[in-house]
């Protein structure tokens, strides 16, 4: 099967400071099993993003937000392996998880900050 990308939206998250932010990410999957995809779960793409989205809110609560703005691809790399953990049992394969954009309150932002979302 192709591998699909799906556009995880934007999430109000919280890190391990306290600090809010607006995160988003990219996940790239196939299905490995369509029989699995289609008894093991219904609306399948709709089950991913969810998951996705509350996996990515749980995984930024793990960092502060120096660590987090550091180490997105080790960010991704929790959220993908929890993802992809879940989604075996559908018949799904998550290739990987990019988190996209980490945008700060405005009252937050500084020009080191600003640079290092980029």
Same mark, same amino acid.
């Given at each position: 099967?192709?591998?699909?990308?799906?556009?995880?939206?934007? $999430? =109000?998250?919280?890190?391990?400071?306290?600090?809010?932010?607006?995160? @988003?990410? &990219?996940?790239?999957?196939? /299905?490995?099993?369509? %029989?699995?995809?289609? &008894? @093991?779960?219904?609306?399948? =793409?709709?089950? /991913? %993003? $969810? #998951?996705? %989205?509350?996996?990515?809110? @749980? !995984? &930024?609560? $793990? #960092?502060?937000?120096?660590?987090? *703005?550091?180490?997105? =691809?080790?960010?991704?790399?929790? !959220?993908? %392996? /929890?993802?992809?953990?879940?989604? +075996?049992?559908?018949? &799904? @394969? !998550?290739?990987?998880?990019?988190?996209?954009?980490?945008?700060?309150?405005?009252? *937050?932002?500084? =020009?080191?900050?600003?640079? +290092?979302? $980029?």
């Amino acid at each position: 099967m192709r591998e699909r990308a799906v556009d995880v939206p934007s $999430q =109000e998250a919280m890190t391990k400071d306290n600090v809010s932010l607006t995160i @988003n990410a &990219v996940l790239y999957y196939a /299905i490995d099993d369509a %029989m699995k995809s289609v &008894v @093991n779960v219904r609306a399948l =793409e709709y089950a /991913i %993003m $969810q #998951f996705a %989205m509350t996996t990515m809110r @749980n !995984i &930024v609560g $793990q #960092f502060e937000l120096d660590e987090l *703005l550091a180490n997105k =691809e080790e960010a991704s790399k929790k !959220i993908k %392996m /929890i993802v992809d953990e879940k989604s +075996e049992a559908w018949g &799904v @394969n !998550i290739h990987s998880v990019e988190l996209k954009d980490l945008n700060l309150p405005e009252s *937050l932002r500084s =020009e080191e900050h600003t640079s +290092e979302l $980029q």
